[in-house]
């Protein structure tokens, strides 16, 4: 047998217990599901949404949450883009991955090439299967939903929630006045005047979708009885950027999850084993995300004594950063 230094095999345990970490289950963050058991909304019923800033708006300062002074609301995405796939596996469980596609175009993605493949069998129930596997596109926000906002063990509940495209849209009209400019209600999850938006959920054999209308007046993120359960909320936020980073598989992860075994032979191409280039994370995203929320006097809300607070200005619409993944049928490898 031949050796393995030190350094090797300490480096190879250490990325073998990440990847361990990554495939057990229930690692994705906590989010609020729009459809599947454990949907927020019953088909054909409603739910208030309200978006949250954009994570950047606190540091962890000397231990302590303060606000970020280069914090400008509105001038950066409050959500990210990302591509993901849903499957069973053969004991019936729905799985869900995101598409290695969302953090490096380049890379290849062996369920994005079944679900090619499948989409051109001559068996229906193939093409159905293929369908269903196929990378679909989400729009993910940090989110608190119902008036007054529902809690988890008397704290605020603060939570990622991926929307689909047709949901995206119509909020993009909504921020953004679609075409009519005056129609914009600029940043809605601007934690002091942003709006609540109110989706609907498609019935279960219409034909309708999602709608989504938006909040007459602005209100801040929550109530000010609710005031207890909110302390430390923006220790709360999702850096979406750093959980998708974190969160994504390699191809070659990818395969693992979805066939249940190693690729053999000329099923993996080069690709499949660059995915995700490594983390890049900013120590301040990273201090920001571990800050335990602690009560602290809420010094991200505007102060109650007539202060007036600039009007934030509508956020120029963004183009999700998650590419699309190709769905050529050219594609080479995966599991013929
Ligand atoms: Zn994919």
Same mark, same amino acid.
């Given at each position: 047998?031949?050796?393995?230094?030190?350094?090797?095999?300490?480096?190879?345990?250490?990325? !073998?217990?990440?990847?361990?970490?990554?495939?057990?289950?229930? #690692?994705?963050?906590?989010?609020?599901?729009? #459809?599947?058991?454990?949907?927020?909304?019953?088909?054909?019923?409603?739910?208030?949404?309200?978006? *949250?800033?954009?994570? =950047?708006?606190?540091?962890?300062?000397? *231990?302590?949450?303060?606000?970020?002074?280069?914090?400008?609301? *509105?001038?950066?995405?409050?959500?990210?883009?990302?591509?993901?796939?849903?499957?069973? #596996?053969?004991?019936?469980?729905?799985t869900h991955e995101w598409c290695p596609k969302t953090i490096n175009r380049e890379a290849e993605c062996p369920v994005c090439i079944a679900a090619s493949i499948l989409m051109k069998s001559a068996e229906e129930s193939e093409r159905k299967y293929g369908k269903r596997i196929a990378a679909k596109e989400v729009f993910i926000f940090n989110a608190v939903?119902?008036?007054?906002?529902?809690?988890?063990?008397?704290?605020?509940?603060?939570?990622?929630?991926?929307?689909?495209?047709?949901?995206?849209?119509?909020?993009?009209?909504?921020? =953004?006045?679609?075409?009519?400019?005056?129609?914009?209600?600029?940043?809605?999850?601007?934690?002091?005047?942003?709006?609540?938006?109110?989706?609907? +959920?498609?019935?279960?054999?219409?034909?309708? +979708?999602?709608?989504?209308?938006?909040?007459?007046?602005?209100?801040?993120?929550?109530?000010?009885?609710? !005031?207890?359960?909110?302390?430390?909320?923006?220790?709360?936020?999702?850096?979406?950027? %750093?959980?998708?980073?974190?969160?994504?598989?390699?191809?070659?992860?990818?395969?693992? !999850?979805?066939?249940? +075994?190693?690729?053999?032979?000329?099923?993996? =191409?080069?690709?499949?084993?660059?995915?995700?280039?490594?983390?890049?994370? %900013?120590? %301040?995203?990273?201090?920001?995300? %571990?800050?335990?929320?602690?009560?602290?006097?809420?010094?991200?809300? $505007?102060?109650?004594? *007539?202060?007036?607070?600039?009007?934030?200005?509508?956020?120029? $619409? =963004?183009?999700?950063?998650? #590419?699309?993944?190709?769905?050529?049928?050219?594609?080479?490898?995966? +599991?013929?």
């Amino acid at each position: 047998m031949a050796g393995l230094s030190a350094a090797v095999k300490a480096e190879m345990q250490k990325r !073998a217990q990440e990847v361990k970490d990554r495939q057990a289950a229930g #690692t994705f963050t906590k989010n609020f599901s729009l #459809t599947g058991k454990n949907a927020i909304v019953e088909p054909g019923g409603e739910v208030i949404v309200r978006f *949250g800033p954009r994570w =950047t708006i606190a540091l962890l300062v000397n *231990g302590k949450l303060a606000m970020n002074p280069e914090y400008k609301s *509105g001038e950066e995405p409050i959500f990210v883009g990302a591509w993901e796939h849903w499957w069973d #596996t053969a004991d019936g469980k729905t799985t869900h991955e995101w598409c290695p596609k969302t953090i490096n175009r380049e890379a290849e993605c062996p369920v994005c090439i079944a679900a090619s493949i499948l989409m051109k069998s001559a068996e229906e129930s193939e093409r159905k299967y293929g369908k269903r596997i196929a990378a679909k596109e989400v729009f993910i926000f940090n989110a608190v939903v119902g008036v007054p906002r529902k809690l988890a063990d008397g704290k605020a509940d603060l939570r990622t929630i991926s929307v689909p495209g047709t949901v995206y849209t119509q909020v993009s009209d909504i921020m =953004t006045g679609g075409e009519t400019e005056s129609f914009a209600r600029g940043n809605v999850g601007d934690h002091a005047e942003g709006y609540d938006l109110k989706f609907t +959920r498609p019935r279960k054999d219409g034909n309708d +979708r999602w709608a989504v209308t938006c909040a007459p007046n602005p209100s801040p993120l929550y109530d000010a009885k609710q !005031a207890q359960a909110f302390a430390g909320w923006p220790g709360m936020l999702v850096n979406l950027e %750093e959980m998708l980073t974190k969160e994504t598989k390699t191809g070659l992860e990818l395969f693992k !999850a979805y066939y249940g +075994r190693d690729p053999e032979g000329d099923e993996v =191409t080069p690709g499949l084993a660059s995915g995700a280039p490594a983390p890049e994370v %900013e120590p %301040e995203a990273e201090a920001q995300q %571990e800050a335990a929320p602690e009560p602290i006097l809420d010094e991200f809300m $505007p102060k109650p004594a *007539g202060i007036q607070t600039p009007r934030s200005t509508p956020p120029v $619409p =963004t183009p999700p950063k998650a #590419t699309p993944p190709a769905r050529s049928a050219s594609r080479t490898g995966g +599991r013929r």
